[in-house]
């Protein structure tokens, strides 16, 4: 296949579907792969006995790079879709360069204008193989699931790596209750910021989609030569409303709410993961027969303690 037909091909495709329905097809495919690698790791985690151990940093390390780099990736293809479509309007005098087109029958916009199509794809490409890298790694995380060390407080702590011979490193920092309310402040922002953003991407597409008519309303009481310079200069505003602002925050939507979405899957190698264990961590009844045996515990029902300590304040 010769560049002038994968270049005819792609322009075809995303023509019939349009650059955001086009980008949101190969981010489909990319979501598609990490969820058959999901499944796929939580398999072998589940038939393998885990003999080493390593989260490559912080919890968040992976996770906290998948949907930045994702939304920037996204944003640049759609950028690079609208701007190829407006180039193949203009096709190339000569016809072993088909694919560098000529706006405004001239060769020097027509390369700067291809090389600024270029680099969008380049930096769309990218960033969404950096999100597909960095997900991989996560998802992996997330099949394994949390490794957890019992300090001698009863305390439990995420372990950050174990090696064969049984040297472990565990997140000594992060207790439950830090934890906890590391949770609820990053559940906090991401609502914030879920509103913000979803308030400003709704006022942007009513400018883009009622803007124009709406100001053209008021034009019988405008003088003619300000109606002349707002009929040239709204569609220019309408059009860099909708690809500076239009786009890019309603991806930024899609991204915060995905966010939202897999913190209420539970997954815990993500910034404020949500904290499942008991608040103390259970002793099993082998430690409570020893204990009993011992005279040192007097373990009661919840019922029963309720009971005693209402009953020692009325004494």
Known sequence: MTVNELVAAVLAFVRMNGPIGAVAYLTGVLV???????????VAARLSVRKT???????D????????????????????????????????????LRWLHQPYNSGFYGVLAT?????????????????????????????????????????????????????????????????????????????LRLGTVSAVAAIAVIVWLKGQSFIETFYPALSSGFVGLLQSVLPIFIWLAFFFVVIPMTVWVIAVLLDELIYRSGAQFITGAKVLEPGAWRLSRQNVEEQKVHG???FVAAAEAVRRMFGAGKQ
């Not at 151990?53 to 919890?59: A, L, T, V, W």
């Not at 790079?65 to 096709?91: D, E, K, Q």
């Not at 997330?142 to 995420?158: F, K, N, Q």
Request: proline content about 3%; overall charge positive; glycine content about 10%.
């Open 32 to 42: 598609a792969i990490l969820g058959v690698f999901y499944l796929l790791a939580k």
């Open 115 to 191: 090389l600024i199509v270029a680099g969008l794809i380049a930096k769309g490409a990218w960033d969404l193989a950096k999100a597909e890298w960095f997900g991989l790694r996560w998802l992996r995380l997330e099949a394994g699931g949390v490794l957890w060390h019992i300090a001698d407080s009863g305390e439990p702590y995420r372990t950050m790596w174990l090696r064969r011979n049984g040297e472990y490193l565990y997140d000594r920092e992060m207790t439950r209750d830090k934890r906890a309310g590391e949770e609820l402040t990053t559940l906090r922002e991401r609502r």
């Open 61 to 96: 390390h992976f996770y906290s790079r998948v949907l930045p780099a994702a939304r920037s990736g996204t944003v640049a293809l759609i950028f690079a879709g609208y701007l190829g479509l407006w180039l193949s309007r203009w096709p190339a005098a000569s016809p072993q």
């Open 53 to 59: 151990f390593d989260i490559g940093g912080n919890f």
């Open 296 to 298: 040192d515990a007097d």
